[in-house]
């Protein structure tokens, strides 16, 4: 996935969930936050951020906020990236052998899940969760609690126990992550979740990304904690 015109900056502040405020050298510009967690331990005044520049006449920014310095970590830190570079993946042979077919935005149950792979061996329902927390090298989800998480993941135990494929993929928008796990200290409920599934047959994994200001990449597999 990669992005079309990119220039840096420096966060300045957060004036509420959905914008920023980011000093570049065309001057102090306010920018869209294309992220509505908590992203606390990220957007730090005087980190250095990477914006891209938007189409349309009717947006209200010039610029949406997508990645970030880390001490020497690039960050990426668009929500809508995971999906897509997902989405990709899939299309250009990873995650599943046999794919025949790639529908995003599926019903399943009281739920919205991510995807439906159409496999020779039967239909997988994925949800994906994007991952930007870390700590000492490992990455923990979610960064803020999240009921709708627990709800996807209720759901996909339901289909692995009524037969069907079913995985939570966790695309750690970052390099060289030593491991993924749930946060148990911010959403204990999702931990408990996501092992409940886990042991119900729902597949658990995570591939951390190459990511550029100008791109992000599905890269290589890391281990889930659970």
Known sequence: MRYGTVIPGRFVDRPNRFVARVETAEGLQTVHVKNTGRCRELLIPGAPVYLERGNGSKRKTLYDLIAVEK??????MDAQAPNKVFGE????????????????????????????????????LVEVKGVTLEEGGAALFPDAPTERGVRHIRELRR????????????????????????????????????????????????????????????R?????IL
């Open 71 to 76: 001490g020497e970590r690039l960050i990426n």
């Open 220 to 224: 290589r597999p890391v281990p889930v």
């Open 89 to 124: 993946w899939v299309r250009g042979g990873g995650f599943l052998p046999g794919v025949t077919a790639v529908r995003p935005e599926v019903s399943y149950g009281d739920s919205r899940l991510d995807f439906r792979l159409e496999t020779a061996a039967g239909p997988c």
């Open 159 to 218: 289909a692995a126990e009524a037969g069907l494929g079913a995985a939570l993929f966790f695309v750690v928008q970052m390099e060289n992550i030593a491991s993924v796990a749930p946060n148990d200290k911010t959403h204990p409920a999702f931990g408990a979740a996501l092992r409940e599934a886990a042991a119900a047959g729902v597949r658990v994994c995570a591939w951390d990304c190459a990511v550029t200001p100008e791109s992000i990449a599905i």
